[in-house]
């Protein structure tokens, strides 16, 4: 498998800059659409606190880490305060709130692995997923968030992976692919790792900002403005860093042995976390540690099947940026 780790990139992959450039701009949401999300917010703003004075809304995922393409769903997250609560109650009691205004297609998922309450909004058409203190997750979409300020070429890279997972599929999470999420800290490992490195590891320096949630510590340096021009010593560009994106999860990543680590800013050892064997149904055949849930593997989705699928696409994604005459049209194929 690893036959082809140093493989040198083709003499011309530059030419692909322009076109990485012109798909990131285009996927970009505009500035009326964070309007509307703003005035959607509002409403429900208005509803949760006339119901529940103590409580408050936060949006996480794409539409806060800065990784969400245009005309995407938001995530919406309700914090009670009070971790004991049955969320089933809230959700229920919350869609029977936003029934009675002007919100379409109102359900309450009380049995879903995260439960919701999902709704499409008619005045800006835009739809929304609610859940109540799934907190970690609104932790994790800042640090994500916080990533992206450090160097540009981290969006550009994130867009065009994330683009490349939903043309070809495989970004079903329940279908054993991976999540955006995931493919998000592959991303910023990645970059992480680049010589000289592009991002730093925040939750390696000074601790600038620091809460607990769930009985998970989160701490990192936030203070990202001061790490403007981090990365400005590694003058890659973005297609020569999406090549080598495809070329390490095809041809060099140890899937055997290692696990990426964002926290750490390195590689770690799948033995030393115990990711080794089969437990349940965790396989560990792709490791992702997550930042603040460090049992936490994203890949544990994948199985048997989806692992070949996966690296099958990592392969594909490689041989066209090496050899395709005109690599920007066949790796985005609809699969
Ligand atoms: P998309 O643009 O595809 O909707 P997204 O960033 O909203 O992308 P999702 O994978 O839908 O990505 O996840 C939404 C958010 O939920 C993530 O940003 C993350 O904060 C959180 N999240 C998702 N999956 C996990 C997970 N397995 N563990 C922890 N947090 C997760
Ligand atoms: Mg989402």
């Given at each position: 498998r690893n036959h082809r780790s140093h493989i040198e990139c083709r003499g011309d992959i530059n030419?692909?800059?322009?076109?990485f450039l012109e798909i990131y701009e285009s996927l970009i949401p505009p500035e009326?659409?964070?309007?509307?999300q703003k005035q959607l917010m509002a409403l429900l703003n208005k509803h949760v606190t006339n119901e529940w004075p103590k409580a408050q809304l936060f949006l996480y995922g794409s539409c806060a880490n800065s990784f969400g393409f245009r005309k995407s769903d938001i995530d919406v997250c309700l914090a009670m305060g009070d971790a004991d609560v049955d969320k089933s109650e809230i959700l229920l009691r919350l869609a029977d709130i936003l029934k009675s205004d002007n919100l379409e297609n109102v359900q309450a998922l009380t049995r879903a692995r995260v439960p919701i309450v999902k709704l499409m909004d008619p005045i800006t058409g835009i739809s929304c997923d609610i859940?109540?203190?799934?907190?970690?997750a609104v932790v994790n979409t800042k640090l994500l968030l916080d990533y992206s300020k450090i160097d540009v070429r981290?969006?550009?890279?994130?867009?065009?992976?994330?683009?490349?997972?939903?043309?070809?599929?495989?970004?079903?999470?329940?279908?054993?692919?991976?999540?955006?999420?995931?493919?998000?800290?592959?991303?910023?490992?990645?970059?992480?790792?680049?010589?000289?490195?592009?991002?730093?590891?925040?939750?390696g320096m000074e601790v600038t900002y620091k809460v607990n949630v769930d009985n998970v510590e989160c701490c990192y340096f936030d203070q990202v403005e001061k790490?403007?021009?981090?990365g400005s010593r590694n003058g890659e560009s973005i297609a020569q860093l999406v090549w080598a994106f495809f070329n390490y999860w095809a041809y060099c990543?140890?899937?055997?042995?290692?696990?990426?680590?964002?926290?750490?800013?390195?590689?770690?050892?799948?033995?030393?976390?115990d990711w080794t064997r089969r437990i349940g149904n965790d396989r560990h055949l792709i490791c992702i540690e997550d930042p603040f849930e460090v049992s936490h593997d994203l890949g544990r989705v994948v199985d048997k099947r989806s692992i070949r699928v996966l690296r099958e696409e990592f392969e594909r994604a490689a041989e066209i940026l090496q050899y395709d005459p005109n690599p920007c049209v066949k790796l985005f194929e609809p699969y």
């Open positions: 030419r692909l800059n322009a076109h009326e659409e964070k309007e509307k859940c109540v203190n799934n907190m970690l981290l969006r550009q890279l994130a867009f065009i992976v994330k683009h490349w997972a939903k043309s070809r599929g495989v970004n079903e999470t329940y279908q054993g692919t991976l999540s955006s999420y995931a493919y998000v800290l592959m991303c910023i490992h990645f970059l992480q790792q680049r010589t000289p490195s592009i991002l730093p590891c925040l939750q790490l403007q021009g981090f990543h140890d899937y055997t042995n290692d696990v990426i680590s964002i926290r750490m800013g390195s590689l770690i050892s799948k033995r030393e976390k």
